[in-house]
């Protein structure tokens, strides 16, 4: 079984990868969403929506969401996040590589590195063709990761934190000899007990990511180093991509 796959690897590691701040910052994302998209009304796709950082403030913002993810549990925290900002979001238990809504949806987007999850670059390739069947007409994709520059300039081997209840959690990372993904031992302690769980995340580049797009069907793809729209180069924070669909 994939480590994405595992329901206890989001239970143990949940509070660190979504602390509460992330979802006062999730907010302004979503407005940084509509802008760099160019996106301001219709239906949204929010694949891999986890918890429903970005879905809910996009609902708040007039869209209609459709939130799509693996995990029970996280789509559990989605629609209890939907339940107490009072709004109403469709949430879907499904695989990205299978969820495909033919024409339905002005935007799709994808944040947090919830693209490259999958041993088989194929399968992130087929997330990209869903999603372009999934757009109607004219109708635009972001997509939200960790490039392979900013990996390149930000590579920390090792890494480690403390949770405010004093569990511990601990990142080993190493990048595979031809840069096309790292793979990362993530370890959780909580007491005595040790829980760890290998990580793979596919690497891809700008150029990488347009021609992936490219070859999807998507046109006009442009690559940012943020959701403000820097340019991405050596300031840059993430790897952000808006494309087209014909």
Known sequence: MSWFSKADFWTLFYEWMFP??????????????????????????????????HSIPLRK???????VDLQPFLLGKARDYASQESVRVEFVEEDMRAFKRVESFDLVVSMF??????????????????????????????????????????????ISH?????DLVFQRTRTNDDWTSTISTWVYV????????????NLYSGAELRGLLSNAGFRNARVYGDLKGIPYNHNAKRLVAVAEKH
Do not use: W
Not at 36 to 53: E, I, N
């Open 190 to 201: 909580r007491g005595e007990q040790a829980h760890a769980y290998q990580v793979i995340y």
């Open 113 to 158: 590195s919830s693209f490259g999850y999958f041993s088989d670059p194929e399968e992130d390739f087929r997330v990209l063709e869903n999603a372009y069947s999934s757009l109607k007409a004219g109708g635009r994709i972001l997509l939200d990761l960790r490039g392979k520059e900013i990996h390149a300039m930000r590579y920390s081997e090792t």
């Open 162 to 166: 403390e949770m405010p209840n004093g």
């Open 61 to 67: 913002l007039g869209f209609e969401v459709t939130g």
């Open 20 to 53: 509460a701040e992330s979802f006062a910052q999730a907010i302004e994302q979503a407005g940084d969403i509509v802008r760099l998209s160019g996106t301001s009304k219709g239906a949204v796709l929010d694949l891999c929506c986890g918890p429903g950082r």
